[in-house]
């Protein structure tokens, strides 16, 4: 079997969110020699583009999305050691939680899920954290990007106390620091500090990217 | 006439029927099989304590509610409860049958009455927002449309509830962000009121908390349910359950979490103090699967919240349902479609409170021309909901014998005695080509605005006529809770 035929079957598996099916088909093209940052490109992300292409054109729907952002963040645990073993650039690491005396779960959620999908290494904190659990979380985890979330306009300040509690513990610059929720704005988000705001959990993979590849 | 009809009836107002008796019992009986197989978490020790001692299993957070104890809690809850404005007037009865509309609460962003932008929403908007609602003849209750951005950060309830409660001779719906703001807020009930136990008599206010979907009771929403029912403050107790997202996609799926992570509050309040008043329901819709939004305007809010009227009446309880709210960023034909088919289910489905009326953007902004608007599709809705009076008068065969074939109705005393109860618009466009034209040619939006601005500008309400010491002690309840987030940020801020 050709590689490049394996990566197609491995876009389609993702594409259709098979998780297992797309499991045996990187280990078979692991097997086969192919090398990890192949599989990476032609066959996964190439098929997350694709997906999320799918989505914007509302020829997906997001339960299928979700699947595939699983199946996605399944196949990185595999693929990923393999990348950092040949000193191949990976996405890199998302750390987000809900900012303290907040409990709004399910956007955060979301946006963590669209951030596997995009192949990054995700740990999500949980919700109602306070600002030292996001300090330890950078410290621990040594994220490239931080996101914060806040679906009240009282726990909003919170985000900029995590900031500054960043600050203090001399890591700012070592994130970058995406926000979002309901009320928050991109106005905010420049008075708070944070690098960048995204309105929704696809806007939040677009503008991730842009970033990193700014950077 | 002499005789009369045997069981004659003139008037049906209509309602309509989602659910089978069969279903309504299925879905019930999944609520009390979940309440008891797979249970709740209750943040509150003091309520897991309680729940426990009658019989409820608590392995640590999680709290397994048997049958009996849901049962209990249902024969125990009041089957009206009245509610007083300030001044001491009955101001609404919270029971099965009767139908209240009315904004909603907290949304952060606000449309600028002026400007017609979106901004963030500040305190004087809390006064307007009541005054209007009050001057607004279909509009039933009082909320507040936004959450203040303009006082110490943690006081937008208690500042709203103050400014709100004294601008309003209507039922005035209240939530807080913790237990000490909810007291403070029962405090100046009882200011108005004039003491604790007029509060209890007359309960100017009621209180509105929300449980965390799906099936979480946390801290604080549990602490304010606790507080509400000891001391007799009229309480909803809601989840926003989220289709898809934190309950089933399924809709009978829905109800079943829906109806159940609200029980708990009851079941609770009715163990602290039996007979005081809860209301459960809720915002019922379905996570938008392109958008991932919570949608407002979604066709299924209308089936869900009127599907789940029709089980919390099963349940014997009043409900809290929703309608009058629009997925829209600005006012055009679908901020109207959306809110006259959620506002004409809800009139149908027979729900006690209905709010939201006035949301946009999905819950994201308050908009009071959005309330407007609604009041007259609320008028509106109401006039399908009388129903066709039927007796010999209105049948009017004398009527029609006397005009006969080819003649009119226009002379009769009957059309003057029966014209009057047709609906007539404030706001609906009647107008002939010629007049319509001569007024500038007017779209529904302009018209809302300039009634908007007209009540804005000249209604008054009663804040005038609150007594100067009731007021001067309002104030000092807003100066100590300032002293006391003050002392309570302090040790943060030094760390
Ligand atoms: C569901 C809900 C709840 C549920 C949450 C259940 C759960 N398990 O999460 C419950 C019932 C618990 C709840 C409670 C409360 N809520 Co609430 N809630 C909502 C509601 C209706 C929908 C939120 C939601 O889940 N939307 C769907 C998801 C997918 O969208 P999202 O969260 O916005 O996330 C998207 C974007 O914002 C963005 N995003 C989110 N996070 C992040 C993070 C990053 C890094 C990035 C880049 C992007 C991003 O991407 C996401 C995906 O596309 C909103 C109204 C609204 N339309 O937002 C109110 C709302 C947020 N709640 C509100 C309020 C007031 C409360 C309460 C205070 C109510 C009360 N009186 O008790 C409590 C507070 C509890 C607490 N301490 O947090 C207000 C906030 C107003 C304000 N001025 O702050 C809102 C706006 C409702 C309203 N109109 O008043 N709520």
Redesign the pocket.
Not at chain 1, 147 to 156: I, N
């Given at each position: 079997m050709s590689t490049s035929s394996t990566c197609s079957q491995i876009s389609e598996a993702l594409i259709a969110g098979r998780q297992e099916e797309l499991l045996k088909h990187i280990h078979s093209a692991l097997e086969q020699g192919t090398e990890a940052e192949q599989i990476m490109n032609e066959g996964l992300v190439a098929a997350m583009d694709a997906v999320g292409q799918r989505w914007k054109a509302g020829d997906m729907f997001l339960p299928e999305v979700i699947r595939s952002a699983k199946a996605m963040s399944g196949a990185m645990e595999i693929i990923r050691p393999k990348l950092i073993e040949s000193n191949v650039k990976t996405m890199g690491t998302f750390v987000?939680g809900?900012v303290l005396?907040?409990?709004?779960?399910?956007?955060?959620n979301?946006?963590a899920m669209m951030m596997e999908g995009a192949g990054f290494k995700v740990v999500n904190l949980g919700?109602?954290l306070e600002p030292q659990v996001f300090v330890d979380a950078v410290k621990e985890h040594k994220p490239d990007i931080l996101?914060?979330?806040?679906?009240?306009?009282?726990?909003?300040p919170q985000m900029g106390e995590v900031i500054n509690a960043l600050k203090e513990a001399g890591i700012r610059d070592q994130v970058k620091i995406?926000?979002?929720?309901?009320?928050?704005t991109e106005e905010f988000a420049q008075e708070i500090g944070a690098d960048?705001?995204?309105?929704?959990?696809?806007?939040?993979v677009d503008?991730v990217k842009a970033m990193m590849s700014a950077a | 006439m002499a005789t009369t009809r045997a069981n004659q009836i003139d008037n049906i107002t209509p309602r309509f029927a989602l659910l089978s008796d069969d279903q309504k019992q299925r879905i019930y009986l999944g609520m009390i099989k979940t309440l008891n197989d797979t249970g709740a978490h209750v943040h509150h020790d003091e309520a897991r304590d309680i729940l426990e001692q009658h019989g409820a299993r608590v392995v640590g957070e999680r709290v397994f509610i048997p049958p009996q104890l849901v049962r209990r809690a249902l024969s125990t809850v009041p089957p009206t409860t009245t509610l007083f404005n300030w001044e001491g007037e009955e101001s609404c009865r919270i029971e099965i049958g009767r139908t209240y509309f009315g904004p909603?609460?907290?949304?952060?962003f606000f449309i600028d009455p002026d400007t017609l932008e979106r901004r963030k929403?500040l305190r004087k908007d809390a006064a307007m927002v009541a005054r209007v609602c009050d001057a607004l003849p279909n509009i039933g209750y009082v909320d507040s449309l936004?959450?203040i951005?303009d006082v110490t950060n943690g006081l937008?309830?208690l500042y709203e509830h103050a400014d709100q409660i004294q601008n309003t001779t209507k039922p005035l719906m209240s939530?807080?962000?913790n237990v000490e703001n909810c007291r403070d807020e029962h405090r100046i009930g009882i200011v108005l009121a004039g003491g604790e136990a007029e509060f209890r008599q007359r309960p100017n206010f009621i209180h509105?908390?929300?449980?965390?979907?799906?099936l979480?009771s946390?801290y604080?929403?549990m602490s304010k349910c606790v507080y509400c029912a000891t001391h007799r403050i009229p309480q909803v107790y809601t989840?926003?359950s989220?289709g898809g997202?934190?309950v089933p996609a399924s809709h009978a799926g829905q109800l079943v979490v829906g109806l159940s992570e609200a029980m708990v509050g009851v079941v609770v309040a009715q163990l602290i103090n039996p007979g005081t008043c809860v209301v459960i329901g809720g915002?019922q819709s379905i996570?938008d699967m392109r958008q991932?939004?919570?949608s407002?305007g979604a066709p299924e809010l209308s089936l869900l919240s009127a599907a789940l009227t029709e089980m919390v009446h099963f349940c014997g309880l009043p409900m809290f349902s929703t309608s009058g709210c629009t997925d829209t960023k600005t006012m055009e034909a679908q901020s109207g479609m959306e809110a006259a088919l959620s506002i004409h289910a809800a009139m149908l489905s027979g729900a006690t409170f209905v709010h939201d009326n006035g949301?946009t953007?999905?819950?994201?902004t308050?908009s009071i021309f959005q309330t407007v608007l609604d009041d007259e599709i609320i008028g509106m809705a109401r006039a399908i909901q009388q129903g066709i009076v039927v007796n010999d008068e209105s049948l009017a065969l004398e009527q029609i014998k006397r005009v006969g074939p080819g003649g009119h109705y226009l002379y009769e005393d009957h059309t003057l005695e029966w014209a009057r109860r047709h609906w007539r618009p404030t706001l609906m466009d009647r107008d002939s080509y010629e007049d319509w034209d001569r007024k500038g040619r007017p779209a529904m939006r302009d018209r809302v605005v300039k009634k908007t601005r007209d009540i804005i500008e000249n209604y008054e309400g009663p804040a005038a006529r609150v007594p100067a010491d009731a007021r001067k002690q309002i104030d000092a309840i807003l100066a100590e809770a300032e002293e006391r987030v003050r002392s309570q940020s302090r040790p943060k801020q030094l760390q």
């Open positions: 987000i809900t005396r907040d409990l709004h779960d399910i956007g955060k979301l946006v919700i109602d996101g914060m979330s806040a679906l009240l306009t009282t726990t909003m995406i926000v979002g929720g309901a009320p928050v960048v705001y995204a309105a929704n959990a696809a806007a939040t503008k | 909603g609460p907290t949304p952060p929403y936004g959450s951005s937008a309830d939530w807080a962000f509105y908390g929300e449980p965390i979907s799906p979480v946390d604080h929403a989840p926003c989220i997202a934190t915002v996570l991932s939004i919570y407002y949301y953007e999905s819950g994201k308050g």
